[in-house]
Every structure is written in C-alpha cells, then in structure tokens.
C-alpha cells in the first residue's frame, strides 16, 4: 500500500505544472520544533494554574501580560537554533524545476531557510518583529533575550505572527486561495487541519490530485486522491529514490 501510493505521488509531482504545497507544525517536527498539538505539545501542558496555552498567546493577554507572553513565546514558540529537515529541502529543491507555491501555518521560516522563495506564511513569523507604536521592524536577534522587548521610542515590540482573537493578512488570504484555486495538484503536509480559517482553505482545490501526507488520520482523508500516513522523513527518501 505504501509503496503504491509513493508511486502515484511521484507520478502526480512529475505531471503537474502547478503544485501548492499546504504545510503545518508536522513538517517541522523533524527539525527539533514540537507538534503544539501533540501530546508532548503546549496545548496539553498546564503552564499556569488558570490560564491556557491558547489564552496565553491571544492578543489581549499579549497587551495585557507582555512578560508572562513573552517568557511563554520564548520558551515554547520560538527554536533559533532549528535548521530546515529534508522536507523542507526537498519543496525548495522542486521549486527550481516545478512552478511551486509553498502556503505554510508554520512561524518558523524554515521553507525560506531551505530556499523555497514563493512562501505565504498564513500565520506570521517569529522572524519579524515590530513596535506596535512606530512600526519600527525588529529581527528576532534583535529582541531575544529582552524580558519585554521594547522599542527605541518606547513602544512594544509584538511578533509578527497571528495571535489568537486576529485576523488572517487578507492579501495573504487571497495570493492563497488564488494558488490553490489555479494548482493541479495540492499536497498537504504534516497538519491534522483543525485550524480555521486556514484548514478550510483545501475546498478551494479544484485540480487533478490532492494529496495528504500527515501521521494521523484528517477529516480530509476521504476527500484526497493520495493518502500516506507515514513520519515525512521516510516519505521524501522515498520520493528521492
């Protein structure tokens, strides 16, 4: 069974002309950066007595408690050390013979790090820092470090990632949902999609193959031409053979 569905995913790679890769927390895995909805993950952890992961890094906890946030982020959402895994490589490494566009919920800069350069990051990235006052952009070299990092001119300093309680770029949106929209094939990887609004985004795919490749099972299964479920690891030595 795998080995047939490897076949066809090469087959489905070789043929397309358009290909959207759909990525999650799972393709970083491999890279030292946890799955936060794993078991191990920060969804799962009792961090405070009576505060949630998912409060902790909301917008309005953010304003209201930058230095409990930010010794949360640092310590749980941010790996400065992560290098991109072969999955990674391997998008960047299709990119250069394949039209490829990577739309990715991760905040980790890794597909850039491998040398994908047509990457939407729906959800921000810890890269990208800037003053909620002046706008000013700060790396994250600059602010690491800082118990509340804050600006030259005094203002915060916020990440420049999706908190919870805000909205998706609406730019981001449509460059993505115009990619998938156009795509022959779509291959999603290492996500569960149970995060919306961009889980939803896969209704849009109206191409020849839509392919999944997570660990687990997804609400999508059903609904995808290609199904693997299989660490990515060993999927892209496969796909490399």
């Known amino acids: 069974m795998f080995e047939t569905e490897i076949k066809k995913l090469k ?7 358009k290909i959207v890769v759909f990525s999650g927390a799972g393709l970083s895995t491999n890279s030292g950066i ?7 993950g920060i969804y799962n952890e009792k961090v405070q007595a009576n505060v949630t992961p998912e409060e902790i890094i909301s917008h309005s906890f953010f304003v209201k408690y930058p230095d409990d946030f930010y010794k949360f982020y640092f310590d749980k959402m941010v790996y400065p050390n992560a290098k991109p895994n072969s999955a990674h490589l391997y998008f ?27 990457v939407i990051e729906l959800h921000g990235s810890v890269m990208r820092n800037y003053c909620m006052k002046c706008h000013k952009f700060y790396s994250l070299k600059d602010i690491l470090g800082q118990k509340i990092p804050k600006c030259s001119c005094g203002g915060l300093i916020k990440p420049d990632v999706v908190l919870y309680e805000e909205s998706l770029n609406e730019n981001d949106i449509t460059r993505a949902l115009n990619a998938i929209q156009e795509a022959d094939l779509m291959i999603i990887v290492g996500t569960s999609l149970v995060v919306y609004p961009a889980a939803g985004f896969v209704r849009y795919f109206r191409g020849k193959n839509l392919v999944l490749l997570n660990k687990s099972s997804t609400s999508y299964d059903n609904n995808a031409d290609i199904v693997i479920h299989e660490d990515i690891k060993l999927i892209i030595e496969e796909l490399k053979k």
């Open 11 to 17: 087959e489905a790679i070789n043929n397309a002309n």
């Open 34 to 40: 946890p799955d936060f909805r794993s078991a191990n």
């Open 92 to 118: 960047a490494e299709l990119e250069k013979t394949k039209n490829v566009t990577v739309i990715t919920q991760n905040i980790d800069d890794l597909h850039q790090q491998a040398g994908s350069k047509n």
